[in-house]
């Protein structure tokens, strides 16, 4: 059974920076899995941040992130990161990455329903 494990949220002030982790178990390989990860805040729908393909490493970011957040894998270690700079009070959510079983066609990456495995979540709160 696959499980992931998130860590590294919390409270930052804005301009700060945090790196988030999650670690995938319960296969010996995800390297054509692409990894994302998505923010949710009360009241509205899993949103889309960035995710790192599998079979090829390349990334695709949401346009609020770009130039802020970088997303990075370490197939060996079954890992996806996010590391997140220039943080503003607006990033403040739960962050979830989520798994996809195979590589995703790319028009299918932004949508949640797409991937197979999440995560629990992790709470990023950037004070102002």
């Known amino acids: 059974q696959v499980q992931l494990v998130e860590s590294g949220g919390g409270l930052v002030q804005a301009g700060g920076s945090l790196r988030l982790s999650c670690t995938a178990s319960?296969?010996?390989?995800?390297?054509?899995?692409?990894m994302a990860w998505f923010r949710q805040v009360p009241g509205k729908e899993r949103a889309f941040v960035a995710v790192?393909?599998?079979?090829?490493?390349?990334?695709v970011y949401a346009d609020s992130v770009k130039g802020r957040f970088t997303i990075s894998r370490d197939n060996a270690k079954n890992t996806v990161y996010l590391q997140m700079n220039s943080l503003e009070p607006e990033d403040t959510a739960v962050y979830y990455c989520?798994?996809?079983?195979?590589?995703?066609?790319?028009?299918?990456?932004?949508?949640?329903?797409?991937?197979?495995?999440w995560g629990q979540g992790t709470q990023v709160t950037v004070s102002s």
């Open positions: 989520g798994v996809s079983n195979n590589r995703l066609i790319l028009s299918r990456l932004g949508d949640g329903e797409n991937y197979d495995y």
């Open positions: 790192v393909r599998g079979s090829g490493g390349s990334s």
């Open positions: 319960g296969r010996t390989s995800f390297r054509v899995s692409d």
